[in-house]
């Protein structure tokens, strides 16, 4: 062989081992993780080489980023996935390398450890996001008479979030049925995220192996005098990546009618890749027809995060409560920044239809007990849903008391269903108000302070009669009350009162 021939042979070789590597990183390729419930959370990757760069795709959960920048290769990589989620960007980092016939790939959080994960190669086409259905013309839902005043109950996501089993459940009914709080008004008994199984082959949803029998959970529930909620999502998964119910809104409606369900939460989660918050009222109208048309009354809970106003359109689609914010978490920055922040939306609230500062973190450790009064303080005030999120089997004396106050559960449970707002603001310090049923008023002191703080009230400026009868709802106890009153507040809390 001459030195020439050689050359260009091994020029060859060198491209073809190159074109192999590149072939085999092309394709489809997952990553399942055993949710040990009988279902699998599937991230897929879907790639391709255009050039010197990684193209393609990414869906992992709810989630379905296209990609918008890569280096690297075969031998090691980093893709950035970017996509739209209504006005922000979203964007993910994977970095990845070829071993063998798996795709290692993973993130790293900060400047952490690579969480690697094994994917291997899918079918083409596995993975891709349905086709989308046009949304409907839009017409109003006729309200189904539900929740008068704003529903109370118990939900699994705050303490349990995918955690949850069938026997957390029945815990949480026995504990309501028991503890007092079915008799102080809690009713509600609500499973969230991670229920959901697969569809059988008629395209009925199934619960996964954690509840191997919603119907008989439904009826154990309404055993102790109480009801049973779920949660879906009107995308094809949920926020933690199970089956949702898109293109399955009737079948879905009536199979919780058949198990006896009363309550769904509707996450707008996997809906994100297919429609624009200016279709939403369209979508969530789709399950409110199916709802309505199931043949049992259900609660409809809209949980879009306040996005696309939702609070003028939700008792369009059938809505009995929105939420009008981001999650909650289980800390004092958080639940002061949303509950405070509630006031603008005081006018959308009306019997059978109620604004959503999300579920009660009362218990869950993060604040403290002053801090947790003002929490169900302040719910109480904007006639919130008072959904704990707490283990109810295990909770401390003053938490049990904080949220079975009977004087303060009568604050956000009056019939007249108005909202409270915001009547004074002076730095840290705000006072609130909300007219009630019966003419009297209920006013609440809070100190958004890191110290303790006096707060004075001229009831004249607050429209109410000069020397009125004044009830402490947290000492249960009547006070002294001239045209003025001042308060001693405790940092991060409240003084409600009853003004008559």
Known sequence: ????????????????????????????????????????????????????????????????????????????????????????????????????????????????????????????????????????????????????????????????????????????????????MKDAGYVYVNIDDTWEGERDAHGKIQSNQKFPDMKALAGYVHGKGLKLGIYSSPGPNTCAGYEGSYGHEMDDARTYAAWGIDYLKYDWCGARNLYTDDEMQAVYQKMGDALAASGRPIVFSLCQYGRADVWKWGPEVGGNLWRTTGDIRDAWDSMARIGFNQNDLAAYASPGHFNDPDMLE??????????????????????????????LRSMTPAIHE????????????????????????????????????DGSSAVALFNRAAAEAKIAVNWADLGLPAQPHVRDLWRHQDVTAGAEYTASVPAHGVVLLRVR
């Open 1 to 180: 062989m001459t030195r020439q021939l050689y050359r260009y042979s091994l020029a060859f070789l060198v491209l073809a081992v190159a074109a192999a590597a590149v072939a085999d990183l092309n394709g489809n390729w997952v990553v399942r993780q055993d949710m040990h419930d009988g279902t699998f959370r599937n991230t897929y990757f879907h790639l391709r080489m255009e050039g010197g760069r990684i193209a393609g795709s990414i869906r992992l959960t709810q989630f379905f980023y296209k990609i918008s920048a890569s280096s690297g290769g075969p031998d090691g990589f980093t893709i950035t996935g970017s996509m739209m989620d209504g006005r922000n960007e979203r964007k993910v980092v994977y970095e990845g390398k070829l071993v063998g016939d798996e795709l290692h790939i993973g993130t790293r959080r900060a400047n952490g450890p690579l969480s690697e994960m094994a994917a291997v190669r899918a079918a083409e086409g596995e993975g891709a996001m349905p086709p989308r259905v046009a949304p409907p013309k839009l017409h109003k839902v006729a309200d189904n008479g539900l929740v008068r005043t704003p529903p109370m109950g118990w939900n699994s996501w705050n303490k349990f979030a995918g955690r949850v089993t069938a026997e957390d459940v029945r815990g949480m009914a026995d504990a309501i049925a028991s503890n007092g």
């Open 362 to 391: 009362i218990g869950n450790g993060g604040m403290t007990d002053e801090e947790y009064r003002t929490h169900m303080s302040l719910w109480s005030i904007l006639a919130a849903p008072l959904l704990a999120g707490n283990d």
């Open 402 to 437: 904080i949220l079975t106050n009977r004087e303060v559960i009568a604050i956000d449970q009056d019939p007249a269903g108005h909202q409270g707002h915001r009547a004074s603001q002076n730095g840290e310090q705000e006072v609130w108000i909300r007219p009630l049923a």
